[in-house]
């Protein structure tokens, strides 16, 4: 799961579709901080994506 902090950064820059500015105001943190949050939290996501892929693929695999 993703920290909260990075979660809430994802939700208002792709569900909420606030720009930067927003996010950084409402969390009390400059946009250069949202900015380095937002890219750790899509790291997260794709790591977690990539995780998610071997276990399917090792399963598949142990399955034939």
């Known amino acids: 799961h993703l ?3 990075q979660r809430q950064v994802i939700v208002m820059r792709f569900m909420d579709d606030l720009p930067y500015s927003t996010v950084a105001e409402v969390l009390g943190k400059s946009i250069g901080a949202v900015r380095v949050i937002q890219f ?3 790291a997260n996501l794709r790591g977690m994506m ?7 693929a090792y399963r598949h695999a142990r399955a034939s």
């Open 3 to 5: 920290p909260f902090e």
């Open 40 to 42: 750790r939290a899509l």
């Open 50 to 56: 990539h995780d998610d892929e071997l276990a399917a």
